[in-house]
């Protein structure tokens, strides 16, 4: 491999909070019907969805981060923080900055590393801190690409992939008729495989997954996440379901801290379970794996793992025999084309997961090499991760700050 010079001092952090307005949520128009927003309705910035527990933004929120190195060259980093990401800044701008700026580091791993220390006996090991620290660090890699000359996915690998097939994720349409129609338009833009949303109500599921195979019998690789909202036996039920379908995987299906359920699920007859993108760390990795894993695909979130901590998740799992594949939450094209140059370096077996809508938020004022052609995204000959950001574009999208 390249001897490449990861070493750095940082010279600078600068943070925004990103918010657009005139675009719609996370999930567009999928399922509007009753459902709740926030308790201060006036601003209206939070949502609920019927018979799911997570919050949402009402429109796209994210922070973005800028790195500036000693010997000038520049990064950007971005988490995936839809909620509060104002929080990110915060911890970067009023903590991390003062601990690190300065400060000479061999390589992005011994700034995780002194930044996770730095917390890791308070008890803070997950949470908005990670996702800050997650930012920073995709900065860093981006900055050291840029000098290296270099993609990031040549630092995490030699045999690195520049051609990587996607499924799209959620059918987000109003209606079950639209949603079919969008399938099947996926199959004529050389998509294989489509991941569908589904509450605890698995009845309901597995009657919408069945008129989707159905209406759209070109989709090769079908996938359900029920964002954690089944209890033990109606898992177990749809597993066994699942698997009667040919579904790839059945992912998120207890309650992200329920071990102990996800050991009884797993051995399970049906379909592989999907996991991954509530952890943060090696460390709560470490738990789900022995003395057996209690999953079969894992699925990192790197704008909450962080491209350095990615790499050291994706190599345990492997021991396991437990393919990867980068998680793709909410976040616009600095998220997406860090999580691109992961996957370049994760399973190739297992699509990448893609999230359509967010990554051109900001086309009029980021420059990316990341197209998606023939149901695929193309490595760009570009160093870093693939995007240039116009910082005078921006301006109109950035939350003052208070």
Same mark, same amino acid.
């Given at each position: 491999?390249?001897? &490449?010079?990861?070493? $750095?001092?940082?010279?600078?952090?600068?943070?925004?909070?990103?918010?657009?307005?005139?675009?719609?949520? &996370?999930?567009?128009?999928?399922?509007?019907? @009753?459902?709740?927003?926030?308790?201060? *309705?006036?601003?209206?910035?939070?949502?609920?969805?019927?018979?799911?527990? !997570?919050? &949402?933004?009402?429109?796209?929120?994210?922070?973005?981060?800028?790195?500036?190195?000693?010997?000038?060259?520049?990064?950007?980093?971005?988490?995936?923080? *839809?909620?509060? =990401?104002?929080?990110?800044?915060?911890?970067?701008?009023?903590?991390?900055?003062?601990?690190?700026?300065?400060?000479?580091?061999?390589?992005?791993?011994?700034?995780?590393?002194?930044?996770?220390?730095?917390?890791?006996?308070?008890?803070? @090991?997950?949470? &908005?801190?990670?996702?800050? /620290?997650?930012?920073?660090?995709?900065?860093?890699?981006?900055?050291?690409?840029?000098?290296?000359?270099?993609?990031?996915?040549?630092?995490?690998?030699?045999?690195?992939?520049?051609?990587?097939?996607?499924?799209?994720?959620?059918?987000?349409?109003? !209606?079950?008729?639209?949603?079919? !129609?969008?399938?099947?338009?996926?199959?004529?833009?050389?998509?294989?495989?489509?991941?569908?949303?589904?509450?605890?109500?698995? =009845?309901?599921?597995?009657?919408?997954?069945?008129?989707?195979?159905?209406?759209? =019998?070109?989709?090769?690789?079908?996938?359900?996440?029920?964002?954690?909202?089944?209890?033990?036996?109606?898992?177990?039920?749809?597993?066994?379901?699942?698997?009667?379908?040919?579904?790839?995987? $059945?992912?998120?299906?207890?309650?992200?801290?329920?071990?102990?359920?996800?050991?009884?699920?797993?051995?399970?007859?049906?379909? =592989?379970?999907?996991?991954?993108?509530?952890?943060?760390?090696?460390?709560?990795? @470490?738990?789900? /794996?022995?003395?057996? *894993?209690?999953?079969?695909?894992?699925?990192?979130?790197?704008?909450?793992?962080?491209?350095?901590?990615?790499?050291?998740?994706?190599?345990?799992?492997?021991? $396991?025999?437990?393919? !990867?594949?980068?998680?793709?939450?909410?976040?616009?094209?600095?998220?997406?084309?860090?999580?691109?140059?992961?996957?370049?370096?994760?399973?190739?077996?297992?699509?990448?997961?893609?999230?359509?809508?967010?990554?051109?938020? /900001?086309?009029?004022?980021?420059?990316?090499?990341?197209?998606?052609?023939?149901?695929?995204?193309?490595?760009?000959?570009?160093?870093?991760?693939?995007?240039?950001?116009?910082?005078?574009?921006?301006?109109?999208?950035?939350?003052?700050?208070?």
């Amino acid at each position: 491999m390249t001897d &490449y010079d990861l070493s $750095f001092t940082i010279r600078e952090i600068r943070t925004a909070h990103l918010a657009f307005p005139d675009t719609p949520g &996370y999930w567009e128009q999928y399922r509007r019907q @009753n459902e709740a927003r926030s308790a201060t *309705p006036s601003q209206a910035r939070y949502e609920f969805k019927p018979g799911w527990q !997570t919050v &949402y933004a009402t429109m796209v929120e994210t922070p973005l981060v800028r790195v500036e190195l000693a010997d000038l060259y520049t990064g950007w980093g971005e988490s995936n923080t *839809p909620v509060a =990401p104002e929080i990110v800044c915060v911890i970067l701008d009023a903590a991390i900055s003062e601990m690190v700026v300065n400060r000479e580091f061999a390589n992005p791993t011994a700034l995780w590393d002194f930044v996770y220390d730095a917390q890791r006996g308070r008890g803070v @090991n997950s949470g &908005y801190w990670m996702d800050a /620290l997650a930012a920073l660090d995709i900065a860093i890699w981006d900055a050291l690409g840029k000098r290296n000359h270099a993609p990031v996915a040549a630092f995490l690998s030699e045999d690195y992939r520049d051609n990587i097939p996607v499924y799209l994720s959620g059918l987000r349409r109003a !209606t079950l008729d639209q949603r079919i !129609t969008q399938a099947k338009s996926l199959a004529d833009q050389g998509i294989q495989g489509a991941k569908i949303f589904q509450s605890g109500d698995i =009845p309901a599921a597995l009657e919408e997954l069945d008129a989707l195979i159905h209406g759209a =019998p070109d989709i090769q690789d079908w996938m359900v996440d029920t964002l954690w909202m089944c209890n033990l036996d109606d898992a177990i039920s749809a597993k066994r379901e699942f698997g009667l379908r040919n579904l790839r995987f $059945f992912e998120c299906p207890l309650q992200p801290e329920d071990l102990a359920g996800h050991r009884l699920l797993h051995p399970a007859e049906g379909t =592989p379970i999907a996991i991954g993108e509530h952890f943060r760390t090696t460390y709560q990795l @470490n738990d789900w /794996l022995n003395p057996e *894993p209690v999953f079969d695909v894992y699925q990192p979130d790197i704008g909450r793992t962080s491209i350095s901590d990615f790499i050291r998740q994706r190599d345990i799992a492997s021991r $396991f025999n437990i393919p !990867t594949t980068p998680h793709m939450g909410n976040g616009v094209s600095v998220f997406q084309a860090a999580t691109l140059q992961c996957a370049a370096v994760a399973s190739p077996e297992i699509l990448q997961e893609f999230q359509g809508g967010l990554s051109n938020l /900001l086309q009029d004022s980021s420059d990316t090499g990341w197209e998606l052609a023939d149901g695929a995204f193309q490595l760009p000959d570009r160093p870093g991760i693939g995007v240039a950001i116009d910082e005078y574009g921006i301006e109109p999208y950035i939350v003052p700050k208070r």
